[in-house]
């Protein structure tokens, strides 16, 4: 490819992106709705542009509603001096209010995003075509900036894009030696997402590593200067919050989030409504050490140990998760980061920038260790987009159509149906991974409450012996309360079969299920119906695979000795069971394809004294509805019979014709 050609193809791709800001109706696109935080930014945008504040009043419910009658669902405001402001970062509606002046709310803020990511993509082109060929500069833009879910976050009202561009651009000026402008633009981004402080290590880094030692001093200084600049830009802009709103933390103080029902509606006040959303401390609260800071604004402690076992998987899970791993969801930048690591040629540029990336990932996952991915209304790990940058400064030299390619097979392979129908898979976060090449990558089980698949509510934490959800409401000597995640299709939710509630398998279909547990047991036992075409059914729980051979309609057991679970969370055990069927088929009165059903029954564990069957809160920045939390009452142990064959409980033998389900929402 000539340099000429190099440029056409940069400049068609910038032309599509601009077009797509430009041309796409987002109210209508998304049916009037919102996802993730975009409901604060549209709100804070259009009160900056128009009114020329950051009070959230009746005039800017009013202006949401013309465009999306359901209002700003799940916008974040804060109380201070009486009252009400956004409480959000302000950087990026503040960019954004000339164009949304201009243009209008949606379209203004969408045009900057195209905007901003195609300065971007010119100027890691100018930056790699410094080192190499124009081909190959342009081959490792697109690879980093664009390959991968990037082009999805263009339609996203939030800052991603915004962060993503400002971190370009400060490391750009860093490699051209601009090294205030550089500090200056990584401040801003700072304050727009605090965890982007460690994309400045390169620029203060830079200067201990270089000249000879008797200027150690002076170079000791220039990284102090350096220090110094990106400290007091993130100090201003915490300022200009604190004169704007009342307050510098805007994640902080009095901060809820709303759905469905906001102040200024007829009888609703900041009081009578929301969920607290406060933000006040760094990191998780852990058992034993914070428990006086516990309040009801945030998440409860967590055991130590539990940490310590989160941290461990969350350290692959970042990489490899279904829902969040940069492998899948940036494999520019992954590809990137291998041809460092493996094939060089390894410049000092890019270990800086790998140690950016280092501490990044390490931060991410020690200071929100349930919700390192941005919340579940994401695809793919928001966050990381902040990071992508990185890319274009590991990318090795020579090396960028390499980079290309792996993009191009695994953003082919995985995402093109994302890429295809953006603003459908923005508004389903989940639905993407559900399919058969994502489930061969690993769920995120530390952040289970907080994946987007459970955005289906028929998926998430159905209880199951536990009446209303609350374990505590168990009639005594009932069977110990569990709950089950359905993380796929593989199954059709829970539901009420021959007199028993389990869920019915999918024929043909494999997939995961995640037990929950009060306690750990000391066996699990899935007792299983073949359906009306008979069934072979696999389990496995760990290491522990087992397999059943059922003609129709009869019943056996497979029973797990001491399972082992995959860790503990918020005082509960998590369990991933792997189940399949091979055969299904449909009766007379349920058309769908039934392979088996299952139940469970949990043996010599229960509902000790003080544990709950909660869910993980809600992180604080996912902008999602908060997940109710229960407690539990003492539950005796339950035996169950042998692994002997036995009929359908509750239900004589009879045809597959007389199979009748009672089925609760789910996929058909």
Known sequence: MSGRVARVVLGVVS???????????????????????????HAMAGSLAFDADLEFGAGDLARVRESYPGGPQGVFLKRTGGRLVYAKAIAYPAAAAPLVRLLGVDRGLLVLNGLLLVLALWLVFGELRRSSGEAVAAAGALAVLAGGVVPVYLLWETPEIFNLALATFGLVAWRRGLALRAALLLGVAAYSKPTNLALALPL????????????????????????????????????????????????????????????????????????????????????????????????????????QRSFVLNLGYFWVGRFG???????????????????????????LALAALIASWLGYILMIPDNWYGGAGTVGNRYFVNLVPLGFLLLPRGRAFWAAGGAAVVTGGLLAGVLASPV??????????????????????????????????????????????????????????????????????????????????RGGESGEVVLQTLAPPARVRLV?????????????????????????????????????????????SLYRLQVGSRFGGPTDKDRRDLGSFVYLELEGGGNPEGRGGTESPRNKESGEKPKRSTASARLPLMISGGSTPREPPGWPLASPSALSVTARPAPG
């Open 15 to 41: 032309g599509l992106v601009l077009l797509a800001a430009a041309a796409t109706d987002l109210p209508r696109a998304s049916d009037g709705r919102f996802w993730s935080d975009a409901a604060t930014y």
């Open 204 to 307: 203060l880094l830079e200067p201990l590593l270089a000249g000879a030692p008797s200027t150690w001093l002076r170079r000791a200084g220039e990284s102090l200067r350096r220090g110094a600049v990106v400290v007091s830009v993130v100090a201003g802009c915490f300022g200009l919050t604190w004169v704007a709103t009342g307050e510098a933390n805007y994640q902080g103080g009095e901060r809820k989030t709303f759905y469905d029902r906001y102040p200024f509606d007829p009888g609703v006040t900041f009081d009578s409504a929301g969920v607290w959303m406060t933000t006040d401390h760094l990191g998780p609260l852990v058992a034993g050490r914070d428990d006086d800071k516990t309040t009801a604004r945030i998440a409860p402690p967590r055991a130590a140990g539990e940490l």
């Open 325 to 351: 791993g940069a492998v899948a969801y940036f494999p520019g930048v992954a590809a990137a980061l291998l041809l460092f690591l493996v094939v060089g040629p390894r410049e000092r540029h890019g270990w």
């Open 424 to 505: 459908h898979h923005s508004l389903h976060p989940g639905e993407h991974a559900t399919g058969r090449a994502f489930r061969l990558l690993p769920a995120e089980l530390t952040m289970l409450g907080d994946l987007s698949v459970f955005t289906d509510v028929w998926r998430k934490h159905r209880p199951y012996n536990a009446p209303g959800g609350d374990p505590a409401r168990r009639p005594p000597g009932a069977p110990p309360s569990y709950f089950l995640w359905f993380l796929d299709d593989a199954t059709y939710g829970q539901e009420t079969s021959f007199d028993a509630e389990g869920f019915w398998l």
């Open 528 to 572: 299983v119906t073949a359906g009306p075409a008979g069934d072979i059914v696999t389990a496995r729980i760990g290491r522990d695979r087992q397999r059943l051979v059922l003609p129709p309609l009869k019943t056996r057991d497979i029973v797990f000795d001491a399972p082992r679970p995959v860790l503990g969370y918020y005082g509960t």
